[in-house]
Nanobody
């Protein structure tokens, strides 16, 4: 079992930055691929970024590539999502997840409660 708790969401103006954190407890997240997903009202859950199971490779969704950076602190069992140059279309609930896959949300077994990110124009 893995418990995930996200933090760091909030309201920011377009062009601004936020850093999300995902603290993991239970089984160490080094045993899992760790990902960030987001979901806006009326839209499907969208892949944002992830570490591979090994932790050596990072993946990004096309809409955030070059603006968002995923990182991890193994000592703190925490994964981060640095979000720069935010756009109104980045507004969504952001979820942290642990699982076996990378881009497919169905391959993630453990999910946090989500944190709201709102980008004003």
């Amino acid at each position: 079992q893995v418990q995930l708790v996200e933090s760091g969401g909030g309201l920011v103006q377009a062009g601004g930055s936020l850093r999300l954190a995902c603290a993991a407890s239970g089984r160490t997240f080094s045993n899992y691929a760790m990902g960030w997903f987001r979901q806006a009202p009326g839209k499907e859950r969208e892949f944002v970024a992830a570490f591979s199971w090994s932790g050596r490779t990072t993946y990004y969704g096309e809409s955030v590539k070059g603006r968002f950076t995923i990182s991890r602190d193994n000592a703190k069992n925490t994964v981060y999502l640095q979000m720069n140059s935010l756009k109104p279309e980045d507004t969504a609930v952001y979820y942290c997840a642990a699982g076996t896959g990378v881009r497919d949300y169905r391959s993630y077994a453990y999910w946090g409660q989500g944190t709201q990110v709102t980008v004003s124009s």
